[in-house]
């Protein structure tokens, strides 16, 4: 049996149970309260006649048997009811048969439980016996008068054979009920089947890695929210496809091309006779290149290890305004050899984070703009906290952003074109990666004339500010 099949019989089988359920329900409800209703109402009926023929014998006098075996057959006649009467001997207490409106079964007559209740008691007494494999129902009254028992017994066969007829019928309805069920579970779980064979070929389309087609589902229902769902997953899963295959291919270029310029100037030094000054020059430019290679390798790390959750965040006062001190004071040299005016404004401000960690992305942020700004350009590190934030900001008043890459500069890898081509295109995004994981943020703000990179972070209680005596 295919999967889809599986499905239509399980809901098939589903309706079935509830019908099935449903259908023993009515039945266990049904027809034992109908069978008691019919037999109380057959005793019901029994007690009044038995009350009756109490009534009317207590006013006559019986001078033979005959006459009052009469007598019982005429109101047997009357009521439909086998009448017998019965004098009471003993102890121990029994019963001698006086009248009976049959001629037959008078011995067993005398040793019917209802009657010697009764007998016993004094009170009147009913019940549902069986005799001869036949369902009765008996009442027995005691005659005040005379100390006699009146026992008036009625078949129940016409009241069993009502309710064997709803039994009948109900078992009927429940075939009936059963295929209409089975009928209407398999056709109406065909068109479900054939959309979770749909999902099913979408899901086995995503899993090959093929996330050009959309998995599309307009009903409604659950299953028209798992189909959305599936979309919603096919989407990001593309997007995520795409930026592992981006992330590769800048990878591959950004290691590609340090080492072609190493493995050139290694040429160059072993196949070229080169004068002392060039060697040096060479090989500053191999050590520059390394460098870039251990950041690049460096960077790449760090990014495996937050994608993976692996990377590793101290919790701990750190002074924001000595980390940025610290961020000018190595970048200094820098911002002097490309004629940029440095400036540190510090304040106050303690924050809870990891101060390596913080140091890395001032330096990112602080070498940026160094990086990126034309000669003369002023760039100010700026200190500052306030309702239990506190501010790192690193403005320029360069040419600014425009608004097409003012997002992008977060991504990975991504550069904006045009310019000074440094760097991997990761610290931006290293650094607002770290600032979330220690529950800060960084953003931008840019225009012509003045570009703000800002790190948030949540402050310290160390930098709350110790209340003053009075």
């Given at each position: ?16 149970i509830v019908v099935c359920g449903a259908l023993l329900g009515a039945y266990l409800i049904v027809v034992p309260s109908l069978e008691k209703r019919l037999v109380d109402a057959k005793l019901t009926e029994l007690r009044r ?170 009903v409604g229902d659950e299953l028209g929210e798992l189909a959305r769902a599936f979309d919603r997953m096919r989407v990001q899963l593309a997007q995520l496809d795409s930026a592992r295959k981006a992330f590769v291919a800048h ?181 607002r990666e770290l600032a979330e994981l220690m529950g800060g943020t960084v953003r931008v703000r840019s225009r012509p004339g003045r570009t703000t990179f800002t790190l948030e972070l949540p402050a310290a209680a160390a930098g ?7």
């Amino acid at each position: 049996m295919t999967r889809s099949g599986g499905i239509r019989a399980r809901l098939a089988l589903g309706l079935l149970i509830v019908v099935c359920g449903a259908l023993l329900g009515a039945y266990l409800i049904v027809v034992p309260s109908l069978e008691k209703r019919l037999v109380d109402a057959k005793l019901t009926e029994l007690r009044r006649n038995a009350a009756t023929f109490a009534a009317g014998y207590a006013t006559r006098n019986f001078n033979d048997p005959l006459s009052l075996d009469n007598y019982a057959k005429g109101a047997a006649f009357t009521f439909d009811a086998r009448v017998s009467l019965f004098g009471v001997i003993g102890p121990p207490v029994g019963l001698s048969s006086l009248a009976d409106s049959a001629d037959v079964g008078i011995s067993q007559m005398e040793q019917d439980g209802i009657a010697l209740k009764t007998a016993s008691s004094g009170a009147v007494s009913s019940g549902r016996v069986t005799r001869d494999g036949r369902e009765y129902a008996e009442v027995a009254v005691p005659l005040a008068t005379s100390g006699q028992v009146v026992l008036l017994s009625a078949s129940l066969a016409d009241q069993l054979s009502t309710v064997h007829l709803v039994q009948r019928r109900l078992f009927y309805a429940t075939l009936a009920a059963l295929l209409i069920a089975l009928t209407l579970g398999t056709l109406g779980a065909a068109p479900h089947a054939r959309r979770i064979r749909r999902l099913e070929r979408a899901a086995e389309r995503i899993a090959e890695g093929s996330f050009d087609e959309p998995v599309v589902d307009d009903v409604g229902d659950e299953l028209g929210e798992l189909a959305r769902a599936f979309d919603r997953m096919r989407v990001q899963l593309a997007q995520l496809d795409s930026a592992r295959k981006a992330f590769v291919a800048h990878a591959s270029h950004e290691l590609r091309t340090p080492l072609f310029a190493l493995g050139g100037f290694l040429e160059l030094l072993e196949n070229e006779e080169v004068d002392e000054e060039t060697q040096r020059r060479f090989l500053a430019t191999m050590h520059e290149q390394v460098q870039r290679l251990t950041k690049l390798a460096t960077d790449l790390l760090d990014l495996s290890r937050m994608d993976a959750g692996g990377m590793h965040i101290e919790q701990e006062d750190v002074d924001l305004g000595e980390v940025a001190r610290a961020v000018v004071e190595e970048l200094q040299a820098l911002a002097e050899a490309h004629e940029q005016r440095l400036e540190f404004e510090s304040a106050d401000a303690w924050v809870v984070g990891d101060e390596l960690r913080i140091l890395q992305i001032g330096r990112a942020l602080a070498g940026n703009a160094v990086m990126h700004t034309p000669a003369g350009t002023r760039i100010c590190v700026r200190v500052h906290a306030g309702d239990g934030r506190a501010w790192l900001e690193v403005e320029d008043d360069g040419p600014g952003i425009s608004a097409e890459h003012l997002e992008r500069i977060f991504d990975r890898f991504y550069r904006v074109e045009g310019g000074v081509a440094s760097g991997s295109g990761l610290g931006l995004a290293i650094a607002r990666e770290l600032a979330e994981l220690m529950g800060g943020t960084v953003r931008v703000r840019s225009r012509p004339g003045r570009t703000t990179f800002t790190l948030e972070l949540p402050a310290a209680a160390a930098g709350v500010p110790e209340p003053v005596a009075g």
